[in-house]
């Protein structure tokens, strides 16, 4: 009995990895980089990152899987008004980081409403793009690691519908029209770097050191979400006092560890089975 239990240990400590990256995300080059979040300014949690990533000539692609077309009390704002609005902003947002605007998807689901859609059109949509991006990396909010991560609404929908695309992705029959109809391939995402994990769950500290004022610039563009846009909207363009005024609420929002400012994540190497445990 002894034999078979340490057999069956060698056989899955393979498959359940969580050290943290053997070369340090800092030095990552000629990676494709997908990130799926909820909402256009999901990627402020990584911003820094990413934009370190594409300098670095990675391959950087943004997926948002809603509009954002509710998330104000503005009674002069509308849905289709809030959801240009918040496009332009992350366009801007991404720009701003180096990153392209042709590597930008948003699947145009509406805000607030993302777990009462069909799961399975969502993971198949989710699917085909990772079957053409082809991913090293995949960056998602982090579904929980031992137990289910507390999300809001949409944030826990997409961390789930995230990795539950992931796996279906390296299944060949699995979506198999778009195998053998669109000529796609099964695909396994290697790495992942889960954010808005819990703070004990954090294993990897990015250093941004140099790119904390451009994710400040990067994330002033969301004016709708961090400045005005909650109750009175008056963007996208601020007097120079009020854009200064975000700007250093937006640098509080910097963790600093050892004086250097840092954007964490829970590391995950294996199959996208186990990204719970």
Same mark, same amino acid.
């Given at each position: 009995m002894r034999h078979i239990l340490i057999t069956f240990l060698l056989v899955l400590i393979p498959l359940i990895s969580i050290a943290q990256p053997d070369v340090p995300v800092e030095?990552?080059?000629?990676?494709?980089?997908?990130?799926?979040?909820?909402?256009?300014?999901?990627?402020?949690?990584?911003?820094?990152?990413?934009?370190?990533?594409?300098a670095n000539g990675n391959?950087?692609?943004?997926?948002?899987?809603?509009?954002?077309?509710?998330?104000?009390?503005?009674?002069?704002?509308?849905?289709?008004d809030l959801a240009l609005i918040r496009k332009q902003e992350e366009q801007a947002a991404l720009a701003t980081m180096g990153i392209p605007t042709d590597h930008y998807i948003n699947f145009g689901y509406d805000d607030?409403?993302?777990?009462?859609?069909?799961?399975?059109?969502?993971?198949?949509?989710?699917?085909?793009?990772?079957?053409?991006?082809?991913?090293?990396v995949l960056f998602s909010?982090?579904?929980?690691?031992?137990?289910?991560?507390?999300?809001?609404?949409?944030?826990?929908?997409?961390?789930?519908?995230?990795?539950?695309?992931?796996?279906?992705?390296?299944?060949?029959?699995?979506?198999?029209?778009?195998?053998?109809?669109?000529?796609?391939?099964?695909?396994?995402i290697?790495?992942?770097?889960?954010?808005?994990s819990a703070e004990k769950d954090k294993n990897t500290w990015v250093d941004i050191t140099g790119w904390e004022e451009r994710k400040v610039d990067?994330?002033?563009?969301?004016? *709708?979400?961090? *400045?005005?846009?909650? *109750?009175?909207?008056?963007?996208?363009?601020? *007097?120079?006092?009020?854009e200064e005024e975000m700007k250093e609420n937006l640098r509080r929002w910097i963790r600093y560890r050892d004086g250097m400012p840092m954007e964490g994540f829970r590391y995950y190497t294996g199959l996208p089975d186990n990204i719970g445990r």
């Open positions: 030095q990552w080059t000629g990676k494709t980089i997908l990130l799926i979040g909820a909402h256009p300014d999901d990627d402020s949690y990584s911003m820094g990152t990413l934009g370190m990533l594409n391959e950087v692609y943004i997926a948002i899987l809603t509009t954002g077309n509710v998330g104000t009390q503005d009674p002069d704002l509308g849905m289709m607030g409403m993302l777990e009462y859609e069909d799961k399975k059109e969502v993971v198949a949509k989710l699917v085909r793009l990772i079957r053409e991006v082809r991913p090293d909010f982090d579904p929980g690691k031992g137990g289910q991560r507390w999300h809001k609404a949409d944030h826990r929908a997409s961390a789930y519908l995230s990795a539950d695309a992931a796996r279906a992705a390296m299944w060949p029959l699995m979506f198999q029209g778009q195998i053998t109809v669109e000529g796609l391939e099964a695909h396994t290697p790495e992942y770097l889960l954010y808005d990067a994330l002033s563009k969301y004016v *709708s979400q961090f *400045s005005s846009g909650w *109750s009175d909207y008056n963007g996208p363009d601020l *007097s120079p006092e009020q």
